[in-house]
């Protein structure tokens, strides 16, 4: 198979591939800090802590990962903004999707209407 | 009938369609878990009591796999860059790496089931395997789905580099997209699942 250099509309080749030098370069330090906070993720949890502290901390941490792999792995910290507008549209739902049901729940306890 | 907007881009959306279409995808799959995720949380608040994770499920086959996800994922951007650099045999070689580690997965996954059912836990056996098997059970056929693409690239699918290069740039950054969001879904299910 020969190689072919895939080119962009927008820049010439040798701004393109410092682009993408630069690109691999941050891959690396994302991957780097997953590995990380994964250790972290389990090392917190060795400690038993009560379960709304542990639960908030697992979701926080799993948050930041999950921002991590969004915006530089999916390219999301540059994207155009119709992928955003649809990504809000997204969110939205997926937060009536998760919090309303919870209405429905008090002190641990379903309210039976 | 040639596909339109596949290279080139929209001048109305600043995009091509493959990439409007894969994220519209997501967003449908992003409502699929978030459903399954809602109804972990109100069975979970539902109920007396539930036990840690941690008490049932195998934690370091869980890290390991979580290391292994992660790993592919960058092997996957890696060969998705490696193509903008025009490099096709180093693509190939992180394109493979991507499709084993995605293997590795699902072998882990397989003793992690086939333990729970010589214990006799089985997703009938209550409320928490159930949600456990369901959850998992959907992100590994997600796995699957994303491996069979990716083999598709790396096999008869290179095909196309040959004559269309960019194009096929792009449909590796939209499967790119999709193991990628593969993994975002287990960052969340290993802590949800394992450790609270």
């Known amino acids: 198979m020969s190689e072919h250099a895939a080119t962009t509309q927008h820049s010439g080749a040798g701004d393109h591939a410092v682009d993408i030098d630069r690109h691999v370069r941050i891959y690396i330090t994302v991957f780097v800090t997953l590995m990380a ?3 972290v993720t389990v090392a917190i949890s060795r400690f038993h802590l009560p379960v709304p502290i542990a639960v908030s901390v697992a979701l926080l941490v799993a948050t930041i990962k999950g921002s991590l792999v969004a915006c530089y792995f999916m390219h999301l910290i540059s994207e155009k903004k119709l992928i955003y507008a649809v990504l809000a549209l997204t969110v939205a739902f997926f937060i009536v999707l998760i919090f309303v049901p919870l209405l429905t729940v008090h002190d641990g306890y379903w309210i039976r209407g | 009938m040639e596909i339109p907007y596949t290279v080139e881009i929209r001048r109305d959306t600043g995009l091509n369609n493959g990439k409007i279409a894969i994220w519209l995808f997501l967003a449908s799959e992003v409502m699929l878990f978030g459903a399954l995720f ?45 193509l903008m650099r025009g490099r096709f045999n180093t693509f190939r070689v ?6 084993l580690l995605g293997g590795v997965f699902l072998v882990v996954k397989y003793f992690e089931y086939s333990h729970k059912f010589h214990d006799d836990l089985f997703p009938r056996t209550n409320n928490f395997l159930a949600i456990y098997f369901t959850l998992t ?12 693409v990716n083999a598709y690239f790396l096999g008869p699918g290179a095909k196309l580099w040959k004559t269309n290069p960019v194009w096929f740039t792009n449909r590796v ?12 879904v287990w960052i969340f299910l290993f802590p949800t699942l394992y450790l609270l």
Not at chain 2, 38 to 48: F, K, M, P, Q, V
Not at chain 2, 55 to 68: D, E, G, Q, R, S
Not at chain 2, 137 to 148: P, S, T, W
Not at chain 2, 173 to 184: I, K, N, P, Q, T
């Open chain 2, 94 to 99: 992180y394109m493979a790496s991507t499709v």
């Open chain 2, 38 to 82: 809602a109804s972990y949380i109100l069975i979970r608040t539902g109920s007396t009591s539930w036990p840690r994770g941690d008490t049932i499920l195998n934690v370091p086959l869980a890290t390991f796999n979580t290391i292994v996800l992660i790993s592919s994922s960058v092997t996957m951007v890696m060969a998705w860059a490696s």
């Open chain 1, 37 to 39: 906070l994964t250790i």
């Open chain 2, 137 to 148: 059970g959907l992100h590994m056929l997600h796995v699957i789905g994303g491996m069979a």
């Open chain 2, 173 to 184: 950054e939209h499967s790119g997209l999709f193991w990628h969001f593969v993994d975002l």
